[in-house]
């Protein structure tokens, strides 16, 4: 059997290593590495913590969740002899949509005057399944890591990431497998939507789990985890 490639794993939008930890005891990855987006405060600052976990001459395998999958696109974009696969979840690489930016600026606005706690239910009912709003495995981790990071991670992170400029033509040029994770009742990264990329990204795979929401990873652990153990070759 070949060597297997380190995996970089990148974070969505206020969440920490937790986001992943059910997926790691599901898959046996010899060299995992961690980026921990949580602590970047600007976009420079996630692409550099990024690149300082790929050597020169190695190749690694990106996965990236949500704002994760974004940071994750454009690293491989700037690193293109260093990729080995991209696996993207929850991510649409189009960009924000009109209605998403509006949401954005109206959340911003209210971390900036201390008007919004981001552990609130309805906030988490955008990303989470209906079914497992009351699941601590799912809704508990979402709002221990609300909790945690806090009101100025979220608002670093929602303004590091606003505008957020479209991937598809640099994913288009990877040379690299590239993989799509979307859940079906995904309100964040809509799945049909990015369905539809298939036209301009020939090249990549597509995967759509149903009964689940945007926190996919944590709802359909072992879907998710099949999905990229064959991506990586695990």
Sequence with gaps: MSVQHPVLFFPGTLCDERVFLPLWRELNIAQRR??????????????????????????????????????????????????????????????LSKEEIAKRKQLTTMLKQGNFKPDNDAYLSRFIHPSRLADENVAGVVKSMAQDLGKTTLLNHTLATTPRESTVKALAK????????TAQQDAIAPAETIKQL???????????????GHMVV?????????????QIGV
Excluded: C
């Design 34 to 95: 961690y980026v921990p987006l949580q602590w970047a405060a600007s976009l420079e600052e996630m692409l550099a913590l990024s690149e300082d976990r790929i050597l020169d001459n190695e190749k690694v395998h990106l996965v990236g969740y949500s704002m994760g999958g974004f940071i994750a696109a454009l690293v491989a974009q700037r690193n293109p002899a260093n990729i080995a696969s991209i696996t993207l979840i929850g991510y649409n690489p189009e960009g």
């Design 174 to 181: 990877i040379n690299a497998p590239v993989t799509f994770i």
């Design 198 to 212: 298939k036209n301009v990204l020939p090249k990549a795979t597509f995967h759509t789990i149903s009964d689940a």
């Design 218 to 230: 944590l709802e359909k652990t072992d879907a998710v985890a099949s999905i990229i153990a064959k």
